[in-house]
């Protein structure tokens, strides 16, 4: 049986959003995030990040860079008992750049190609599974790799979601955060009868 996973942007959702972060001093967790991991951990998830890293295709960035800021994510998350199965980033731009980096491919969000590939890598069932993130483009993301999808209010989620309005159209939950929203995503694991017809919302 594939598993159910849990898919997350990173900034904005697990760690406080920045402008640009280009250190690993700079990420910081936004509070519960942790917790919501642990307890996807607990409840048997997959759990994977999934983030747009065209820095590197801009040479804003190298790739060495972004594994050492991945490594104090993890750490952090790890100090809290927290444990992320894979990290998954798009280092592509189609427009901006030099190099290798600057090309149209199937991994940039909204496309859904790095969910698809952490699917095929670790036998995980999209349909059953859940993507949070803090944009539109990430509700975006999860709609066309076939995942339900939370919309944190936390880094540029509020801003997203006022701008939209009524128009909540592909988003399944509404959350204060990303523990807010795992605590929806575990309801509706544990008794898939509370899934309901339209958007949902703490706010």
Known sequence: MKHAALFLDRDGTINEEREFISSPQEVQLIPRSAAAIRGANAAGLKVFVITNQS?????????????????????????????????????????LGDGPY??????????PGMLQQAAMAYGVDLSRSYLVGDRIIDIETGKAAGT?????????????YESIGSNTSGIDYVAEDLYDGWQFIKQRIQDPRTRQKGVDSAV
Do not use: W
């Not at 999808?149 to 509020?158: A, D, K, P, Q």
């Open 55 to 95: 820095g590197i295709a801009r040479g804003l960035l190298t790739v060495n860079q972004l594994e050492e800021i991945h490594g104090r994510l993890l750490g952090l998350l790890e100090a809290e008992n927290a444990h992320v199965d894979g990290i998954y980033y798009c280092p592509h731009h189609p427009d």
């Open 148 to 160: 339900s999808t939370v919309l944190v209010l936390t880094g540029y989620g509020r801003g997203e």
């Open 102 to 111: 600057r090309r149209e491919c199937d991994c940039r969000k909204p496309k």
